[in-house]
């Protein structure tokens, strides 16, 4: 089989009067990889602005009664900082990588609608300046990320906070729609000849599925922010008294809510299978259950939304149905891991900063899975639902999981999208500092939260032990703000003074490692054939190719 | 939930430890054979490529159908601790209404019509019936040494819960659910005491207040009546029988004051009628300005309200 060529002249397939330069040959862009990149820069730059919040939400609380905060302002913090976090952080930076690597490991020149994935990108760009001009105007969004009606509702919420929550998220989640079709077609039909469904990589796997996920549960968002603003500004009664019901709101909301857990975790599902094998040298162990885990995941995340109102009185039919959901969903969960695990078994592990990553992402995420299941056991959630164990959970998950994962992209990827490595010596330090600092802020609240401190609370009374929990929360916090910023000196430092990366540094398996670091605009000059999940591994062991290997 | 006074809030931590048990052996199990993997097939510099080994099928079934089978155990031992824990009222008339209030607690004894908020007097050893409803936005009700939390909804019926204390003391709760600007301080008392005690609280809650005697407790009443004092609270005997804000009928004989804020003293009460604000920023009650004498025979007359 002789190597193949593919759409040599996309560079110039875009008609131009002359070419753009500089910050505009950015900001014109149409090209996969610079939106991608794009993506991660906007994500970047609300992580800051998320995190400051957060450190801000923690001084308050280091003793009780502190000063620092006003009731209403610390109230704004942790609702942005949410918000924020979500729909500005995690989700951008997932879909950054997914712009970024999911055309070049298929093998394709760019994603399927070039023009749109542009559109995409721009449509959060705006939604992040919309939702942060309220601070302008000094009408902050204050009703918490998931906003309850009545609470975000008139007469109590009179100010236009909830109107800018509402109709940024609404900007961005058209944007999200767009991009998960794009993600769709793309692997569907722009897969180069060779790469069948049953070779693709699986970050190619989760994000299909997260697209998936995209493609149906935010639109029930979007008809949901419709529905509340049709309450706020046309005096409409979807979800306040006189026809309307306080707990559509929260099914609407969580029927998207939920799902949204697994758009931002799948596709760390996915950068860990790719990690681990590369690092471990060896195939992933049981390429056919991690894939199709995903699918059962996505499947299932739909039918798990009520366990976030078990305390809402939905009756013992209902909790019971999604209990059940929620503990048969920790079923796939739990076969990646496994397989994860079975990986590393038998390898030669090399213990690069996003293999750390990688690691410390199955510890901490093992946490938040256990955890997890507790809320499934629905008399122990009426205990611990809206207390601080909630708020361990999730940020056991969303940052000892997701982004975790992000940074073992980063540590993985970087190479490849700026043809220098990122300097591994700062990275140790950026992993051990993260992850120490990770578990001293979070993993002391699930205790604060059984012995009773309600989550969204300004202060809390001076009750025997809440004062030094709280303390070593916010001493975690702080110290986890100086690893990121470790973590960005070390990007900052690498780009100029990074050692060259080459095309291949990590020796890794699948397609984007076939070509230059950074690719050129059309990504390829040619493909190699690709006859397996590991056409680089194929073609370095001609004597002992994956296609040859039974399973 | 770490000191359970009740038997359901005894069944919840019995069920939370049993799922750290079997979290925790999971949990040493993953992260054993981790650091084992890590420690064990650590490369060295010059290694070669090692054994490439693509999956195992039926190691793959085992982990699949190992864990559907134990959470399909758990799952038949959620459903009966939850129809245990929380069993159908089956149309028993409440022994509490709770009515959460943007950012307080309208306690109601509907079979003796006594009025009170923010503390909440059970005897101990029963279980209590509480029915749960809100007046603006959602709250939620949970003193984790009771019992099981639930929400309460605007324009619902109202869910039910049911909580007991197995010996006399005072317990701490919370609101659970984010409801705005003090969501902090929308703090729970519920004050257990032996039936006697209990009966006799009821008995001289449900009692009209004795009229004042002394000319100070006389003047305080009066301006009571004359302020807008009367457009919110009540005070059972007199004219006063507005429902916004707290009941006080019986104010003197509580412990706190704001829901939880500050204790009940002469000096609290004073300085929470001239500025509320001060205290709980976003309250809904205004700041009064009266004079010195006014105030102290105000806080006289709500102080001798036993």
Known sequence: MSNITLAPEASDSLPALSKPTGLLSWIASVDHKQIGIMYMITALIFLVIGGVEALLVRLQLIVPNAQVLSPQTYNQMFTMHGTTMIFLVLMPMLIGFGNYFV?????????????????????????????????????????????????????????????????????????????????????????????????????????????????????????????????????????????????????????FGHPEVYILILPVFGIISEVIPVFSRKPIFGYEFVAGSSFIITFLSFGVWAHHMFASGLGIGFNAFTAFGTMLISVPTGIKVFSWIATMWGGKLRFTTAMLFAVGFLITFTIGGITGVTFAIV??????????????????????????????????????????????????????????????????????????????VYTYPDLPGWTTMNMISTVGAFLSGLAHLIFMFNVFYSLRRGERAGDNPWDAWTLEWATTSPPPPHNFDELPPVRSARPLWDLAHPEDPDWKRGH | MFNPNSPQARDIVDLFFWSMVIGGVIFVLVTGLILYSVWRFRGRPGDGEPHQNPGNRKLEIAWTIAPTVLLAIIFVVTLSAMRRIDPDPAGQQPDVIVTGYSWWWHVEYPNSGVVTANEIHIPVGQQVLFQLKAADVIHDFWVPELGPKKDMIPGHPGNTVWLAADEPGIYLGACAEYCGTQHAWMRIRVIAHPQEEFDEWLRQQASIPAAPMSEELVRGAQIFQESTCVNCHAIAG?????????????????????????????????????????????????????????????????????
């Open chain 1, 103 to 255: 055309p070049l490991m298929i093998g394709a020149y760019d994603m399927a609608f070039p023009r749109m994935n542009a559109l995409g990108l721009w449509l959060l760009v705006f939604g992040g300046l919309l939702m942060y001009y309220s601070f302008l105007i000094g009408q902050v969004p204050d009703g918490g990320w998931f906003m309850y009606a009545p609470l975000s509702e008139q007469p109590y919420t009179s100010h236009r906070g909830t109107d800018y929550w509402a109709l940024s998220i609404l900007v961005m989640g058209i944007g999200s729609t767009t991009g998960a079709i794009n993600f769709i077609v793309t692997v569907l039909t722009m897969r180069a000849p060779g790469m069948t469904l049953r070779r693709m990589p699986l970050f190619v796997w989760t994000t299909f599925a997260t697209a998936i996920i995209i493609l149906f549960a935010i639109p029930i968002l979007n008809a949901g922010l419709a529905m509340l603003e049709a309450d706020r500004l046309l005096g409409a009664r979807f979800f306040n008294r006189g026809g309307g019901s306080p707990v559509l709101y929260q099914h609407v909301f969580w029927a």
């Open chain 1, 379 to 456: 008399p122990t959630d009426w205990q611990t639902t809206d207390s601080y164990y909630v708020v361990a959970h999730i940020h056991y998950v969303f940052v000892g999981g997701t982004l975790f994962g992000i940074y073992a992209a980063f540590y993985y990827w970087f190479p490849k999208m700026t043809g220098r490595m990122l300097s591994e010596k700062w990275g140790k330090i950026h992993f051990w500092f993260n992850f120490v600092a990770f578990n001293l802020t979070f993993f002391i609240q699930h205790f604060l939260g059984l012995v009773g401190m309600p989550r969204r």
């Open chain 2, 238 to 306: 007199t004219n006063a029988n507005a429902q916004a804000g707290p009941n006080l009928t019986h104010v003197g004989s509580r412990l706190t004051l704001g829901a939880g804020i500050i204790d009940n003293t002469p000096e609290n009460l004073g300085q929470w009628i001239l500025n509320p604000h001060a205290i709980k920023p976003g309250v809904q009650m205004p700041g009064y300005n009266y004079s010195p004498a006014d105030l102290r025979a105000l806080v006289a007359y709500l102080g001798s309200l036993q």
